[in-house]
């Protein structure tokens, strides 16, 4: 397994929604800036050739986020990031099995994401 963290929050989906409702350049640009930012965390990582499990912990400043809205938005900038960063061929099924979302108790003083990924072989795939 390996792992990586995003130092603060990713933005939620209603960011996104709020964004795109006032202008659809503002979305755009939060979504691009958001995916580089994930992309440059994940850069730390080596290139992964087979499918793979993520398990995500949303470790938040505190509880004030539905965890749905987190991990709506969060998970679409992180995937594209992974992706962006070549670290992942593609976030399609084929490559992405299986997410798992978890939400730890929040952490005012460290708000962060908290990215596993566990490789799992060729032979697992579904014939």
Excluded: Q, Y
Excluded at 69 to 75: E, H, L, M
Excluded at 80 to 86: F, S
Aim: charged letters at 30%.
């Amino acid at each position: 397994m390996i792992s990586f963290v995003i130092e603060g929050r990713l933005p939620s989906m209603n960011d996104f929604i709020g964004a795109m409702n006032k202008n659809r350049w503002m979305g755009a640009n939060l979504k691009r800036k958001e995916t580089r930012r994930c992309a440059i965390a994940a850069s730390i990582l080596p290139k992964i050739s087979k499918p793979v499990e993520l398990r995500i912990s949303w470790v938040e400043c505190d509880k004030r986020r539905d965890i749905d809205n987190v991990a709506a938005g969060g998970t679409k900038v992180l995937l594209d990031g992974l992706v962006a960063a070549g670290i992942l061929p593609d976030d399609s099924r084929r490559w992405v099995r299986a997410i798992t979302h978890l939400f730890p108790d929040p952490d005012k003083a460290h708000p962060r994401v908290i990215v596993e990924i566990l490789v799992i072989g060729e032979d697992d795939e579904p014939k």
